[in-house]
């Protein structure tokens, strides 16, 4: 039986509201380091081997700054020829950067948060440390200008009485465009549960 995907997410309440949570303070950033620890606003196509991006620019949320996130660990090598042909903008007025500019040697995830009480799902990168990875200590959680995301915070709420928090983390299996991961639906990594107290369990 083929598992159905879960939608990319774009455009919901909480990320729309990213903008909101980081703001940008006049500067374009350094692309320099494995984390590119703040919020990244644009992304397109264009030419291969990081020949330079074209056409329309397009905004870039949660999930999309996970994948140029991605492209800079060695997990992405297997798919370095479609990264190669991404480009990213930190704002406007600010340099293009190809997907591929150095790679680093990191445990890379997708991460997936999602609360239906509180309208909230969220894509935020993993790095697994080591150890148990049934152990949420074992894990990094990054995205944007926040390298240690821990439980209570925006892009991690606390649960709620009707409903835990949900993360769930998986392994990339493959880049279907510049802005979407490929995965195994059914073959979470791990999964982990934040009650309302910010009490933490493993499903």
Not at 74 to 91: P, S, V
Not at 172 to 190: L, R
Request: glycine residues 10%; hydrophobic residues 30%; proline residues 5%.
């Amino acid at each position: 039986m083929t598992q159905k995907k879960e939608p990319p997410y774009r455009g919901d309440t909480q990320i729309s509201a990213v903008h909101r949570h980081v703001p940008g303070d006049g500067d374009c950033h350094s692309s320099a380091g494995a984390y590119l620890p703040f919020m990244i606003g644009r992304y397109r196509h264009g030419l291969p081997d990081c020949g330079g991006g074209s056409g329309s620019w397009y905004s870039a949320e949660c999930q999309e700054n996970v994948m140029m996130r991605y492209a800079r660990t060695r997990k992405c090598l297997a798919y370095i020829q479609t990264l190669a042909g991404c480009y990213w903008m930190e704002r406007e007025g600010c340099p293009e950067h190809c997907y591929i500019e150095g790679t680093f040697d990191l445990d890379f995830y997708l991460t997936f948060v999602k609360n239906a009480s509180q309208n909230f799902s969220h894509a935020v990168c993993a790095e697994f440390l080591g150890g148990n990875a049934d152990e949420f200590s074992s894990w990094k959680f990054y995205q944007f200008g926040n390298l240690d995301i821990r439980p209570g915070n925006w892009q991690m709420p606390y649960g709620t009485k009707t409903e835990d928090t949900k993360v769930t983390i998986y392994e990339i299996t493959g880049v279907m465009t510049c802005a979407v991961p490929d995965y195994k639906p059914g073959s979470p990594k791990a999964v982990f549960l934040i009650g309302e107290n910010g009490t933490i369990t493993s499903e």
